[in-house]
C-alpha cells in the first residue's frame, strides 16, 4: 500500500516528486477525485515545475477514466484556477507546490465555486479511494469513459479582476514586480495590460527551478532583490508573488515591507465602502488594527483560527465580503470566497493611485501596533511546552487566555499566540504590543518559557 500520511496535509497533497508521488499515484487521485466529488465534469490547471504537466496529465487519465470530461486550462496561478471552478462551475484541480522547493509539487482540489476540499469535506474520503486502489489495483475504466479539452482563461480571469477593481482612472504608478519565475509571470502582464502602470518585472521567466530565489517572499531574504529595485529605481511600490502567485506581498516606496495585517485592514475597509455593514474574518494572528478598522468602517470582525479551510467555511457561514490572514492570504465573497493575491494587489494600487502621498503615508493609518513577526522554535514537546505557557501566564491579574487555535495570551497592551506545527517539531510564536519595548519583552519572556 502507498503510504500518503506525509504527503496528504490538511487541504491538500504535497511532496516530493517522484520519491514520495509520481504520476500512477496522480492518475488514481484524479479516479478518487471523480468518485467522491461525483463530478461528471472537472477543470484541471498547472503551474511551471518541471514535474506539474506530467501529473496534471495523469490526473485528467484518472478521472477521465472515471466518466468525468475535463477542461485543461494549462499554465494557470492558483487563483485562476479558482477563477476557473468559479465560473465555469466545476470542480477544479491545481497542480502546484506553491512556495515550496523545486523538487516539490503537489494539488490543490476544490469543488465547483472554489469551494474548499478539506480533510473533513472530501480529502480524507479520497486518501482512503487512492490508498485501497495503491493496494488492491485501480477499478476498470467506465464503460462511457470522459472527454479531454483544452481551454485558455486567462483573459477570462483578467477581465473579471479588472471589473472588480477599475484602475482606469488612477494616477500613474511604477510598480515593479517580482515573480519569483512562478505564475506571476504568467498573470501580471495581461491584468495590468493598459493601465496606467509603468511595470518593472523581475524574474517573470517561468522556471520551476528558481534560479534567483525561492518563491516564498513571507521570508524576508526573498523580497531583498525587489526592495533593492523599488530604492534604486524610485518606484512607488513593489510587490512580491509566491510560486502560484494566489498570495502577494507589498513593500513600499522606501523598499519597507507592508504588513499583510495593514493590507487586510486596507482592503477591508475599501470592501466595507462597497458593501456597508459588512462581515470581515481575520485569523487569530493578524493585528489588533484589522479588526479595529473593520469596527471603524461599520463592519464586523470575526477572528477565526488560521488556515484556509476554516477562512472559507466562516465565509460561506456569515457571507462575509472579505477574509485576511497574516500570510497575505486574501479571500474576496466576489471570487468566489477564494483567495487572491493579485485582487489585493489590484486594492492597493486604487488605493494609492486613488490619492497623491506615497503608500508609507497611506498605510501608516492601518499599521499601529508593534509586531515580532513569527518566530519558530525547534522542541521535543510540543504539548508540554504549551501546557508550560499556559501554566505560566494562567490566573494572572488582567490576563486572559483562550486556546481557540494553540494558545493565546492576551492583556490590555500587549498579546500573543503560540501554535504547534502539523508538520514538524515546531512551535510558532507571534506577538504584538502597542510599542516596540512591550513586544520585545514580552516576546522574550515566550521564548524563555518555549525553549525550555
Known sequence: MTDLSQIVKAYDVRGVVPAQWDEPLAELFGAAFVEVTAADAIVIGHDMRPSSPGLSGAFARGAAARGADVTQIGLCSTDELYFASGSLGLPGAMFTASHNPAQYNGIKMCRAGAAPVGQDTGLADIRALVERWSDEGAPEPVAEPGTATRRDVLGDYAAHLRGLVDLSGIRPLKVVVDAGNGMGGHTVPTVFAGLPLELDAMYFELDGSFPHHEANPLDPKNIVDLQ????????????????????????????????????????????????????????????????????????????????????????????????????????????????????????????????????????????????????????????????????????????????LDGLTVTADDWWFNVRASNTEPLLRLNVEARDTATADRIRDEALAIIRG
Open 228 to 403: 533593492a529595485r523599488v530604492r534604486e529605481t524610485g518606484a512607488d511600490l513593489g510587490l512580491a508573488f509566491d510560486g502560484d502567485a494566489d498570495r502577494c506581498f507589498v513593500v513600499d516606496e522606501n523598499g519597507d515591507p507592508v504588513s499583510p495585517s495593514a493590507i487586510t485592514a486596507l482592503v477591508a475597509a475599501r470592501e466595507l465602502a462597497k458593501h456597508p455593514g459588512g462581515t470581515v474574518i481575520h485569523n487569530l494572528i493578524t493585528s489588533w488594527s484589522v479588526p479595529e478598522v473593520v469596527r471603524e468602517s461599520g463592519g464586523e470582525p470575526v477572528r477565526t483560527r488560521v488556515g484556509h479551510s476554516f477562512i472559507k467555511e466562516e465565509m460561506a457561514t456569515t457571507g462575509a465580503i472579505f477574509g485576511g490572514e497574516h500570510s497575505a492570504h486574501y479571500y474576496f465573497r466576489d471570487f468566489w470566497n477564494a483567495d487572491t493575491g493579485m485582487l489585493a494587489a489590484m486594492h492597493v494600487l486604487a488605493a494609492l493611485g486613488g490619492q497623491q502621498g506615497p503608500l508609507s503615508q497611506l498605510v501608516a493609518q492601518y499599521d499601529r501596533y508593534a509586531a515580532s513577526g513569527e518566530i519558530n522554535s525547534t522542541v521535543d514537546d510540543q504539548t508540554g511546552r504549551l501546557a508550560a505557557i499556559k501554566t505560566a501566564y494562567q490566573g494572572r491579574d488582567g490576563v486572559t487566555l483562550d486556546e
